[in-house]
Every structure is written in C-alpha cells, then in structure tokens.
C-alpha cells in the first residue's frame, strides 16, 4: 500500500537528528525536570504511538507497517534512543555539579546584622553588634593560648576550627573547605571539575563580509573639540595666564632635623595645625632641701616667726631642717598637694608662646665715631710719674688740677705736681693702699687714705700759713710735725659699731 503525504512527513521527521533538538538550559539555579528532558528528547521518534506522525492507513490488520523499510527505521530509532540515554547522562553529571557549585544552601545567615561597619565602634562596649530580632549580641570570653592548647590536644578537630571576629564564635571548616584551601595553596584551580587546559575555541569568523565592521572610518566629531572641553581650555588657559597654574616651582629644599634632638625643641612637633608648646619644668631642689644642710641655710626661730607675717606668694615653700641621717628624715607632708597642684596647672593653666624679637647684641652698641675723626688727640706718651715700687690702686687729682695723689700696694702715698711730674711728699703708711681722695674744699688741701682697717688724713702743707692753722685746728693737734693722722679703728671681733 502506497504511504500518504502524512506518512511521508513522519518517515521525514523520524529521520531529523537529535542534535538538532533545543537543548535544555542548563547554566540557571532553577530546578530542571529530567522527565520533561527525557520526554522532548524522544518526542520525534514513533516508540510511542500516539506521539507518532503515521496514518492509520500506514498501519496494516495485523498491526504490522506496510513499509519496506520497518526494520531499518527501528534501528535508526534504537540508535537514537542510545544516543539520547547518553546526552541524559551527561545531562545529570553536569546537573550534579552545576548544583554542587551553585547551590546557595550551604551558606548561612550572618547572625550579627549590624553591616559592614568597623568592629572597632564595638570595642568598649560589651555586645558586638545586634540579631535580626534586634537584641544585642553579647561578647564572648576569649581563650588565652593556654586554653587553646589545651583545646587543640583534647580535640584533633580544633585546628579546623577558626574565629569569626564578625559574629563572635568559632566555626569548624568542612572537609570540602579544607580540600578547596589546600588546593589553593598549592596553585591549583578551587574546584577539581574545572578544567584550566581546556583546547582554545577561535570565535573568530575568517569568512569575508564584504563590509568593514572594525576597520570603520573614525567620523569627524573625534578631530573637533567639544563644548565642554573648549570651556576647559580657555579656563586652563585663563589661569596660566594669571598665574594660578605655575609650570617651574620651586624646588623644596630638604628638611634636616636633630636626631637625637630634644622634642621640645622641634618646630615641626604640631598637632591638629597648632604648634606644640612644652610644658614648663618643674623646679628643681636646691640646698635648702638637703636633709644636712649647711649652718647658714638653718633659720632661726626669729627668722620662722618672720615667715608668717609674709605673703603666701612671697613665703619660702620649705625651710630645711637638719637630721643626722637619709633613713631619719620622715615623710614631706605638701608632697601629694603639691602634685596636684603640678596636675591642674598643666591641666587648667592655657600655654602661650611670646613672641620674642631676636636683636643682634652687637647692633645695640652706640656706634663710636673713627679715631680719624677724632684727631688731634694724644697719640704718644708725653709724662710719666715713676716712684712707686708697686701696683698703683688708686689716684686722684686736687681739685685745682695741680697736684695728684697716688697710692700703691707698697704701702707708700706720694704727691705729684700734674704738669712736671714731681714728687713732692711721700708718706709710708705700712699697708697696701686701697684707696686716697682730695677734700673737695681748695681751702683745705688735705688727703684721705683708706689702708688695711685704717682711714688716714694727711695734711699736705700745700696751701698757705693760714690754711695750714685751719687744719691743725681741725685737726686738734698743737705739735709742728710734717704729718698727723687720725685713725679710725673698727671692732670685728664682736660686730658693734666703730670707735673713733
């Protein structure tokens, strides 16, 4: 019996390769159905009756088809049907691990839900963050390294074990972490299934289009300025004109400081853009702190007495005492108040830096007018008084300006005529002289000589009959002698006052 057009459709259809077929999706985390695979894999094939394409008139009275061909298309449909049953397989090896790579079940909730905030917000309170219920998370006792060694040798699992910082507990790593960790280590892929050599596919159509699709001309738009970067320009061009954008700066020279200088010191010591200002030293303990002082830094009770009527600025804040030994001296009694005096001064009392103003001590010297400018004066030595023996350590001219005193530590005084330098009077006195001076009156030519305990007037006999009377009068002393003396003679040895 002749085959219809239906039947020549299905012959047509039966003999479509499964290749052909769409393929299921496989790469999604959706759930695939195998049965529905199964079922679009032999959808075409004429096993199941009613899916078939054939005709009842294909179809003879004992069941059997009317084509020559039976045989050959039932084997066609075993070989697609071993075919199919491969493609299912390697359909479920690849379900398995796509599965195992992408399912998302194996990852747990983080129990702290505070974000991706620094931990270091927590770090002086006593919970960690918070749940998803909203309750706070309290902080766990942390083992000391003991306990964890002790942990380690009780339990051969511990070393897997690792502490999540982020929710506060210690989590056990699977075997399948460890294998990923130790396959990471050593340079491999993360996952076994995935194949690094895999053979390179060339994506690349060799076939010619007739028509660039790279090689495009560039259009001209990209070889004209745009509005905005016409704008930029002239603003860049506008300040290097003004002088806001400057090309040569100046190099910064480097930077040296004192290695092992003092911090105190250092200008470079700032904080927060303010310049650091050290702290003043406290004071440090003199002699009078000594616990065996001295005999004249011990004050007497009259002197103690005398403190009390003092200002409290102006009181001395300690006054020494004597012991016999260091291990003898008891505890100071102001030493906590004074320490806390020290702590609110440092902490209350604001620091402020004077600014001073550094003058060279050189510029504040008078400048002296050139010795050129000052001539003519004596340049050469025009008279010398020789007669002395001895350093002279004091002179002193009459106030006439004729004569001159001089005294020298050989004991001698001598008088000298200003204008010839002669010596007219010498006088020994026994002593270094210290010091002579004219009276001041020209009525009374006399001389004062300050030698050793000693204050001695000298009557010059320089003036006149009359003025000499006047000077042994004030003198009180009747006898025609060259000299007369008065002597005034101090009391040291029990301090009251002079004698004359």
């Given at each position: 019996?002749?085959?219809?057009?239906?039947?020549?459709k299905s012959v047509k259809k039966e003999k479509e390769p499964l290749e052909n077929q769409p393929e299921p999706d496989l790469s999604s985390d959706s759930d695939v159905d195998e049965d529905s695979i199964w079922s679009d894999a032999v959808g075409s094939s004429d096993i199941d009756g009613d899916s078939s394409g054939t005709s009842e008139n294909d179809v003879g009275g004992n069941g059997e088809m009317d084509s020559p061909d039976d045989g050959r298309n039932f084997s066609e449909d075993e070989g697609?049907?071993?075919?199919?049953?491969?493609?299912?397989?390697?359909?479920?090896?690849?379900?398995?691990?796509?599965?195992?790579?992408?399912?998302?079940?194996?990852?747990?909730?983080?129990?702290?839900?505070?974000?991706e905030v620094p931990l270091e917000w927590y770090k002086e309170e006593e919970h960690i963050g918070y749940d998803i219920s909203g309750k706070k998370i309290k902080k766990?006792?942390?083992?000391?390294?003991?306990?964890?060694?002790?942990?380690?040798?009780?339990?051969?699992?511990?070393?897997?074990?690792?502490?999540?910082?982020?929710?506060?507990?210690?989590?056990?790593?699977?075997?399948?972490?460890?294998?990923?960790?130790?396959?990471?280590?050593?340079?491999?892929?993360?996952?076994?299934?995935?194949?690094?050599?895999?053979?390179?596919?060339?994506?690349?159509?060799?076939?010619?289009?007739?028509h660039p699709l790279s090689n495009a001309p560039e259009p001209k738009r990209r070889f004209v300025l745009s509005k905005w970067e016409q704008k930029t320009v002239a603003r860049l061009v506008r300040a290097i004109r003004k002088g806001w954008i400057k090309f040569d700066k100046p190099k910064e020279e480097p930077q040296f400081y004192l290695l092992w200088g003092d911090d105190s010191n250092a200008a470079e010591n700032k904080r927060q853009g303010l310049s650091y200002i050290p702290a003043p030293k406290p004071k440090l303990p003199g002699h009078e702190e000594s616990y065996n002082?001295?005999?004249?830094?011990?004050?007497?009770?009259?002197?103690?007495?005398?403190?009390?009527?003092?200002?409290?600025?102006?009181?001395?804040?300690?006054?020494p005492r004597r012991f016999e030994s260091l291990r003898s001296v008891p505890a100071y009694e102001k030493a906590v108040k004074e320490e806390f005096d020290r702590c609110l001064d440092l902490y209350l009392c604001p620091r402020a830096r004077k600014k001073r103003i550094n003058i060279d001590p050189e510029s504040l010297k008078p400048k002296l007018p050139s010795k050129k400018d000052l001539k003519p004066y004596p340049s050469t030595c025009y008279l010398e008084y020789r007669g002395h023996s001895g350093p002279v350590k004091s002179i002193s001219v009459e106030i006439s300006g004729q004569w001159m005193a001089s005294g020298s530590t050989d004991g001698t005084v001598r008088v000298w005529e200003v204008e010839t330098g002669r010596c007219l009077r010498v006088w020994n006195v026994g002593e270094a002289v210290e010091h002579v001076a004219w009276n001041p009156l020209p009525e009374l030519p006399m001389l004062a000589v300050s030698a050793g305990y000693d204050v001695i007037l000298l009557n010059t006999g320089l003036g006149d009959a009359e003025d000499n009377m006047r000077i042994k009068e004030l003198l009180r002393v009747r006898d025609s002698a060259e000299h007369w003396t008065w002597r005034c003679r101090r009391q040291y040895e029990d301090k009251r006052a002079p004698t004359c």
């Open positions: 019996m002749p085959k219809s057009d239906s039947s020549r697609s049907l071993e075919h199919t049953r491969e493609d299912r397989k390697d359909g479920n090896d690849t379900l398995q691990s796509v599965e195992e790579s992408d399912s998302s079940e194996d990852e747990v909730a983080p129990r702290n839900t505070i974000g766990h006792a942390r083992k000391d390294k003991i306990d964890s060694f002790l942990a380690g040798v009780d339990d051969s699992k511990n070393c897997r074990k690792i502490y999540d910082e982020y929710n506060d507990e210690e989590v056990e790593l699977t075997k399948k972490e460890t294998k990923l960790i130790r396959r990471l280590l050593k340079g491999k892929t993360p996952h076994a299934e995935v194949d690094p050599h895999t053979p390179y596919v060339d994506w690349f159509e060799w076939e010619d289009k007739g002082p001295s005999v004249e830094y011990i004050p007497t009770q009259e002197e103690i007495n005398s403190y009390q009527l003092m200002y409290e600025e102006d009181r001395p804040k300690f006054i």
